[in-house]
């Protein structure tokens, strides 16, 4: 008995050695992690603004480093060069998306232009009533007005201003995301489908992932089915609505404590449109300045903000993008808004011309004021919380009529 239960401690003392030697080899191959706790992992580490809590992380674990957020193992990447080895070198390995390029392909953006111009026109009317009257415009309210009522129209058919939406708080819902994913049925939107093409002759986004259910595998992916759907509905509100929105707010902001780059963007545009009362989205092509999209980087931490990449890289300074050939459409790993390779934002050419063709416009018709007791040290700049991180605070602006056209 005695051989036997020594040949057994001995064989089990093999396997735990063998175990813990495993577990340590792939613990040195790991990347290196801030200490976390049991089932929470390191949740308590990121904080009100996550993305401020992993820039801090990264000055100390590296440019890439692990963290466990509950039980699930995430590699976070903050430096140009790791971007471009996940993104670009071992992509086939770290990334992967089925391809919907038809839902957001340049003819679409460009079919649904004139729903931008026509919800475009609506504000400009509001905030030109508001300047009769000298009075304050919420241009945080106003640019998520403009996003969701382009969105509504393009994906639904619907205008968002007849919608329950426009009566419930639609910003709030916005901000509680999940409450969108349990209320979309794509079986709602089978008397909406088709109705939108007659009128305009446009195929909205229902009608088009309602086709695609019917005809087209995607490929990898096998048929498109209801709960596709509603994911892809829910990231064309919450992505489009939200994001374009944000960046809008905080790029009003920055323009209005940065008067120097407001009016020399206020002067291109000015300039290149004449006597013209309308800008089109052939027009924004004719505007560098406005296309130097700094403001889209401006809450983008680690990469954008990267000192080897940037100089000043928190300073709201457009010109540096006269100095180089960097821009924001994932070629280049210095600035990724949107991504880039396989994981690229699929909405990239929306997003950017409805915030391009929202600022040119307010730029255009208005100049732009603090309310009468405010300086610019009192516009307030915190973040809230969030997967896109946008102003705590609502920006009010008080617009001036331009009267040069």
Request: hydrophobic share 40%; glycine share 6%; with cysteine.
């Amino acid at each position: 008995m005695a051989p036997i239960w020594f040949l057994s401690l001995l064989f089990l003392s093999c396997i735990l050695l063998a175990a813990f030697t495993h577990k340590k080899r792939r613990k040195n191959q790991q990347p290196p992690s801030p200490p976390g706790f049991p089932i929470i992992g390191n949740l308590h580490q990121l904080g009100e603004l996550p993305h401020q809590s992993l820039w801090s992380l990264s000055k100390t674990y590296g440019p890439v480093m692990l963290l466990r957020l509950g039980s699930v193992p995430t590699v976070v990447v903050s430096s140009s060069e790791t971007a471009k080895q996940a993104l670009k070198i071992h992509d086939l390995h770290c990334c992967s998306r089925p391809s919907l390029a038809e839902l957001f392909s340049v003819k679409r953006v460009h079919s649904i232009q004139p729903i931008k111009e026509e919800e475009v026109k609506k504000l400009i009317d509001s905030a030109t009533e508001s300047a009769s009257q000298k009075s304050p415009v919420n241009l945080s309210e106003k640019s998520l007005d403009l996003t969701a009522s382009v969105i509504c129209k393009a994906a639904f058919g619907l205008s968002f201003h007849s919608t329950v939406l426009n009566n419930d708080g639609f910003d709030k819902l916005i901000r509680e995301a999940f409450l969108f994913l349990g209320s979309f049925s794509a079986s709602n939107f089978q008397m909406v489908a088709g109705s939108s093409t007659g009128s305009r002759g446009v195929e909205d986004f229902v009608d088009l992932l309602l086709r695609l259910e019917k005809e087209e595998t995607v490929p990898g992916y096998g048929k498109l089915t209801r709960n596709h759907i509603k994911a892809i509905l829910m990231n064309v509100l919450l992505g489009a609505i939200n994001t374009s929105a944000m960046t809008m707010t905080w790029a009003m902001a920055e323009l209005i404590r940065n008067l120097r780059v407001m009016k020399k963007v206020q002067s291109e545009i000015r300039n290149q449109m004449r006597n013209q009362s309308v800008i089109t989205l052939d027009d924004i092509d004719h505007l560098p300045y406005l296309n130097m999209r700094s403001c889209l980087n401006l809450r983008s931490m680690a990469i954008g903000r990267d000192p080897e990449s940037w100089k000043d890289a928190d300073t709201f300074f457009p010109e540096r993008f006269m100095e180089n050939n960097i821009d924001a459409k994932g070629q280049n790993f210095e600035l990724l808004p949107f991504g880039s390779g396989r994981r690229i934002c699929p909405g990239m050419y929306m997003g950017t011309t409805m915030v391009e063709f929202g600022l040119a416009n307010m730029l255009y018709q208005f100049d732009w004021e603090l309310p009468e007791g405010m300086v610019v040290e009192d516009i307030d700049m915190e973040e809230s919380p969030g997967l896109a991180v946008g102003k705590k605070n609502e920006l009010l602006l008080v617009p001036v009529k331009y009267l040069g056209h």
